[in-house]
């Protein structure tokens, strides 16, 4: 079955560090992938996408994730978080397989929490 | 410009008892769509619409049915409300198959 997987269901880590989140698809064919984010109380706002080209995105307030076609993966990074980067995320993906170009799937979300 | 706005915001239904979400978008996009989001399980796809006129079933459709008579209007229905759909309602549109997501404010449902 098509899937997007988030294996990271809740992250904390302290200012300054490092973060990375993992999203891997099950989707065969072309895919346009997104990153949103979810602030405490509010509505998900698109953080970056990849459709074609430079596997490397960059998107708002420093993110950036890189597509690996060979590993169905899309992770997202950030090098030094933020308190105020505590929020959900969540990858989704934008498959043709099948012809179902329609269909937006969503990963279960990640949680990330960074202490001060 | 208001962008996606969904009415209402809160609602606490009785099981059996039914309902109507709207959704109203400013942007004439084109493609519209329901999700239903509970904790630990992400966004799930109810229903979507790829044009006036056209509806098709998502991940989860069973006990919603929608509407989409005019091209700003996207309308999830409940027919008899259950408490398995308790849960924070997002409607979302999009100009095409490859554009970002546009999504409202949310519906916060509660069936007792």
């Known amino acids: ?116 | 410009n208001a962008g996606v706005t969904q009415t209402p915001k809160f609602r606490v239904l009785k099981t059996g008892q039914s309902m109507t979400l709207l959704c109203a978008q400013d942007m004439n996009h084109e493609y519209m769509y329901w999700y239903r989001q509970d904790p630990g399980m992400g966004l799930r796809l109810i229903h979507y619409s790829v044009g006036e006129g056209t509806t098709a079933k998502g991940e989860v459709p069973d006990g919603y049915n929608v509407s989409r008579l005019k091209k700003q209007n996207f309308l999830l229905g409940l027919e008899s409300a259950a408490p398995s759909q308790t849960s924070v309602y997002f409607c979302a549109s999009r100009t095409g198959p490859n554009s970002p997501l546009h999504f409202g404010n949310g519906t916060r449902l509660t069936v007792t």
């Open chain 1, 1 to 116: 079955a098509q899937s997007v997987s988030q294996h990271n269901h809740h992250v904390i880590l302290s200012e300054a560090a490092s973060l990375e989140l993992g999203c891997n698809y099950s989707y065969g064919g072309t895919v346009n992938l997104f990153w949103y984010v979810q602030y405490p109380g509010q509505h998900l706002q698109l953080l970056l996408k990849y459709f074609s080209g430079d596997p490397l995105v960059k998107g708002i307030k420093g993110f950036e994730a890189e597509f690996i076609k060979s590993k169905f993966s899309f992770n997202l990074r950030k090098p030094s978080v933020q308190w105020s980067d505590t929020a959900e995320y969540f990858c989704a993906v934008n498959s043709n397989y099948g012809g179902a170009t329609n269909k937006l799937i969503f990963g279960t979300g990640t949680l990330l929490a960074v202490q001060p």
